[in-house]
């Protein structure tokens, strides 16, 4: 989690660190500060506020900073709690090297104990500020050398960027497992966690591997590795737009994101149906076609949102490619034992393509010499890099930390791959070809479903004050329950379950009552009919039900109290349209309660410590 920005050049360090740091914010908002080296007295200055980036910006207001080169934190605490002294950079005890850190540095207790016994003296409780005085501790004058000697004994997880007053026009970053990336721009660089943070100066940039220290200077740039071997890297190009960064009119990145989905789709679709073949093409999977053709056994690894889409994936591939598929939360498959073997294959699904425990599950399973495949939004992010081949989104950045169009996305690349592995193994042309024309129409069944937002406003009025919810579903739309109860806890913090219509009656319907209203999602599908039962359960223990139903359903309407209605389309692509009613819906209740939508409390929208 936390952000991190840096910049060096010839502009106005402060308002350029602070515009990307604000982009930043969806990683952390419980503090935010700068360090910077001012021209003019030649020395270091830092303000650091607790809360939001907001209280750093008023802070700054007035001041006569003439600086050129600073480093940007925004923190998703830890280890500490947020208050000022715990707020990033942090530095050494002469106040001359500074650092923003983010990720975990495990063994910090052992060396913080060590680092006193020598005379250190600490102020807070963070694990970063002990890199600082590590770097105090080797630092003869050069700063990238003394930042190696000191990670040389670090172990855990960083992304670092280090200042020094005495070896100023300098930034040395780092990187361990916590992304990072060079942007390089006109006579200036900037270093960030996150690309966003960089859009609209550069779309030119270096992604840092782990291991590896660059050193930049108002002019230049080097990358060694911590034996200081020089290591040439690729310069890569981001083809994310700046406006897509914005919120385009809408009052929150959530609702825009929830509203660009039909051109979100249209994007992820966008030249890779072949409807003669009835198939798809998917050109990060060129080179592992042919064993594809192979795979008999298939698992999808993920954590969040993106998990829940890997539950559905698992009965699309399963129902048309007929391969067998085993879903798995990132952070239990990595302590597992796993039984994979050369005929297995390893989805990993990841929106940020940074999530830690999803990286870490990547690099255990590639240790087995298995294939592993990504579905990633964040170009060059380090799944997508360390992945054998992979397909991305090409849904654009999603700013709001709950996940909306990154989710319809993930579904329709898993429906596309279904198509893949569906024709090279069981699926016939004509039912590709439906798939297909199906596919190609979904952009504008969701545009029918966002028609609907008033109608879900107005539930959303009826039952902001409820307490509890419960979601079901069956088949494909049991993992859409499980998201949608997901979206409504996350934004609107009222305690929402998900669960399998076929278990309502091993548990969950003992808390029906007319305080605690149902979502039920029945689209005229093969399960149909069991959710109606499962309906007449709930209403005759008196509880409220808000059914998502296919247009043209009338029946519904006798038995739910409410009634959302979307597009009849193929069952197996129901799940990308029946989550959009959840989100308008969790959307309208967290807006009703004022709740912080884009920045839930105690969330962040990359997970990028374990
Ligand atoms: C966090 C985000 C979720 C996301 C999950 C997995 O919890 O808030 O929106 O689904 O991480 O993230 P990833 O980037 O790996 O998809």
């Known amino acids: 989690m936390c952000g991190i920005v840096g910049y060096i050049g010839k502009q106005d360090a402060i308002s350029i660190g602070l515009e990307g740091l604000k982009r930043l914010e969806y990683r952390g908002y419980d503090s935010a500060g700068l360090v910077g080296f001012d021209s003019s007295t030649k020395k270091i200055f830092s303000v650091r506020k607790k809360g939001r980036i907001s ?3 008023n802070a700054l207001k007035g001041n006569n900073f003439q600086s050129n080169s600073a480093i940007f934190h925004t923190r998703w605490a830890t280890h ?16 001359k090297i500074w650092l923003a850190h983010n990720g975990i540095i495990e063994n910090y207790g052992l060396l913080k104990e060590k680092l006193k016994e020598e005379g250190h003296k600490f102020y807070s409780e963070t694990d970063s500020e002990v890199i600082s005085h590590l770097i105090e501790k080797y630092f003869k004058g050069n700063l990238e050398q003394a930042v190696i000697e000191a990670l040389k004994l670090v172990k855990g997880t960083y992304g670092l960027a280090v200042m020094s007053e005495n070896d100023p026009q300098k930034i040395v970053v780092a990187r361990n497992s916590s992304p990072l990336l060079i942007g390089l721009g006109d006579n200036e660089f900037i270093v960030a966690s996150d690309p966003s943070a960089i859009m609209g100066r550069t779309k030119q940039v270096i992604y840092l591997d782990d291991g590896e220290v660059a050193t930049l200077t108002p002019t230049n740039f080097y990358i060694t590795d911590l034996n200081r071997n020089h290591k040439e890297k690729d310069i890569e190009e981001i083809d994310w737009k700046p406006e897509e960064a ?17 051109n979100s789709i249209t994007d992820t679709l966008r030249g890779r149906l072949v409807l003669e073949e009835g198939t798809a093409k998917l050109g990060g999977l060129d080179e592992v076609r042919e064993k594809l053709k192979d795979i008999e056994r298939l698992h999808i690894i993920a954590c969040g949102t993106a998990f829940f889409a890997g539950l559905i994936g698992e009965y699309m591939i399963e129902e048309y490619a007929g391969i067998p598929v085993e879903v798995d939360l990132a952070s239990e498959f990595r302590y597992k034992k796993h039984i994979l073997d050369k005929k297995s294959a390893v989805i990993l699904i990841s929106q940020s393509g940074e999530t830690a425990d999803t990286l870490a599950a990547l690099r ?9 495949l990504g579905i990633v939004n964040t170009v060059g992010s380090s799944v997508a890099r360390e992945t054998d081949a992979g397909v991305y989104n090409h849904t654009g950045p999603e700013m709001a930390v709950a996940s909306t169009k990154a989710f319809t996305s993930q579904l329709t690349v898993l429906a596309l791959l279904t198509l893949l592995l569906g024709r090279q193994r069981q699926m016939s042309l004509v039912q590709g070809q ?4 199906e596919l190609s129409q979904i952009p504008d069944f969701i545009t029918q479903v ?12 009826k039952y902001k004050d409820y307490k509890n919810f419960l979601y079901i579903g069956r088949k494909y ?5 499980q998201e949608g109860a997901l979206k409504l806890k996350e934004i609107s913090y009222i305690h929402a379950e998900g669960s399998s219509a076929g278990e309502m009656k091993h548990g969950p319907i003992a808390l029906i009552d007319e305080n605690f209203p ?10 149909y009919e069991k959710m109606q039962s499962n309906i007449m359960e709930i209403k005759a223990r008196s509880g409220k039900v808000i059914a998502l139903a296919t247009k043209g359903d009338k029946r519904i309407k006798e038995m739910a109290d409410d009634v959302i209605y979307i597009p009849k389309t193929l069952e197996m692509l129901t799940p990308i349209l029946s989550i959009i009613p959840l989100q308008l819906f969790a959307y309208h209740v967290a807006v009703l309660k004022g709740c912080d939508v884009d920045k839930p409390r105690n969330l962040a929208k990359s997970v990028t410590v374990e």
């Open 518 to 527: 149902t979502f039920c999602i029945a689209t005229s599908d093969s399960v």
């Open 434 to 437: 439906r798939i297909c024309k």
């Open 55 to 57: 209280n750093l910006e």
């Open 364 to 372: 255990e399973v590639k240790q087995k010499g298995v294939l592993t």
């Open 246 to 262: 914005q919120k385009g009119g809408f009052p929150h990145f959530m609702l825009k994101e929830i509203f660009d989905q039909p």
């Open 450 to 461: 966002l028609k609907e937002n008033e109608n879900i406003k107005k539930i959303a009025e």
């Open 80 to 95: 500490g709690a947020p208050s000022e002294k715990n707020t990033h950079p942090h530095h050494d005890c002469k106040n």
């Open 477 to 481: 739309n049991f993992p859409v329950a």
